[in-house]
Structure formats: C-alpha cells, structure tokens
C-alpha cells in the first residue's frame, strides 16, 4: 500500500501574500494612476509618462520598505539568538526545563517532554530553542534582499498589465478600457490566490476587486476635479 500523502497550503503563505500584495499594489496604484491622469484630460504621451514612472517609483518603494522591514525583522531575529546561546553557555540546564516545558504546555508528558527536549539539544540546541522558543526557523528566516526583489518584481509584473492597455488601446477613451481590464486583471489575480491559499474563490476575487474599483474611482474624481479646475 501507498502511503498517504496529505496537501497542506499553510507553507504557501508567506510567498502567496508577499506575490499577491505586490501584483495587486502594482495594478491598483498603476491603474489608478492611469485612470486620474487621464481623467485630467491629459495627453496620451503624458498618462504614458505617469504611468512608466508609477511602475518605477513602486517598484522601488515596495523593494525599499521590504528591504527595511525585513531588515529590521533579520536584526531582531539575530539578537534573540545571540541571547539565546549566551543563555545556552551559562545555564544549559535551565535552558533545558524551559524547552521541556513548552513540549508539555503543548500536550506531551512531562517525562517524555524532558526526554525530547534532551535529545534536540544533543542534536541542535540552539535551533530548537530558535524554533520552538522563538519561532525562528531556516524556511522563515528573514531574507531582506530576497523580499525587496521579490516586492519589485510582483509589483512590476502587476503594473505592466494597465500600461499595456495604455498603448494598444484607442487614445480617444482610455479610462473605460484601463479601469474594465485593471478589474479583470484583480479577478483573475484574486481568484489564483484564493485557489492557491485553498479559500473561497468569489470572496478571494471580490475583495481585491473592490479596492480595485473604489481605488480607481477616487482617483478618478480628483484628476476630474483638479484637471477641470486647472
């Protein structure tokens, strides 16, 4: 007989959230941008200009704010360690009742929980301290450039998608086709990752969708407003 193989998505979700939220940043803001430019009455070459620029100008703020935040995570993640194998090198014996103790606040017997925390400590003192006393693991430790890549890309990926209807779509009306294929381009985007996370497709759709939408309408108004006014 086979073993069984059981599909679990919870290690999908720290790349699904960081790919999701930069496409969907780069088509929402880009879009959005798009829409109230020329909602402006500006000139083709002009919304083109916004819109290049706005791909640049997000791509390098979400590769920016991932590299400090992540950054920021990394450091903090290295000096929980470095506190940890001082404590490790003073008081092991201390360190061992308090891993010992997490294994039965999570079920075990107290015996077979001092028994397991002996041998992972044999094994890998610190990282089994760095896992299941700090929750630092090597799959999600924090990885800076990596993030700030990552976020650039996503982005970029999701604001070439408005861009393109900006060139091949008629000059005369661009707001109608750029807003109806930024919506689709949400839907589609939601429902993969829904799909991909195992939730509900429509509720995964018509969330990114309605952002989408509101975002696209507000800045719409103001390049009405402020174009008809200047």
């Not at 450039?145 to 998608?161: C, E, I, M, W």
Request: hydrophobic share 50%; charged share 15%.
């Amino acid at each position: 007989m086979s073993p069984h193989h059981e599909i679990h998505r919870s290690h999908r979700i720290g790349w699904l959230r960081a790919a999701v939220l930069g496409a969907n940043d780069g088509i929402v803001s880009t879009a959005s941008l798009i829409v109230g430019i020329a909602a402006s009455d500006a000139t083709h070459d002009e919304i083109v200009l916004a819109g290049v620029a706005g791909l640049v100008a997000g791509a390098m703020s979400m590769a920016a704010g991932e590299y400090v935040s992540v950054s920021s995570q990394a450091d903090t993640e290295q000096a929980d360690l470095k506190r940890e194998r001082k404590e490790l090198d003073e008081d092991g014996d201390h360190e061992h009742k308090e891993l010992a103790a997490i294994y039965v606040a999570r079920g075990l017997d107290p015996v077979l929980a001092g028994q397991v925390a002996e041998q992972l400590m044999k094994h890998d003192a610190l990282a089994a301290h760095a896992r299941d006393e700090l929750g630092i693991s090597e799959t999600g430790a924090a990885r800076p450039t990596q993030a700030a890549l990552t976020s650039a890309a996503t982005f970029a990926v999701g604001a070439v998608l408005p861009l393109l209807i900006v060139l091949f779509a008629p000059e005369t009306d661009l707001i109608v086709p750029v807003s109806a294929a930024s919506l689709l381009f949400l839907t589609v985007l939601g429902m993969l990752a829904a799909y991909s996370g195992g939730a509900g497709i429509m509720k995964g759709a018509f969330r990114v969708v309605f952002w989408g939408a509101l975002a696209m309408g507000l800045t719409a108004a103001v390049g009405s407003v402020f174009g008809t006014a200047v």
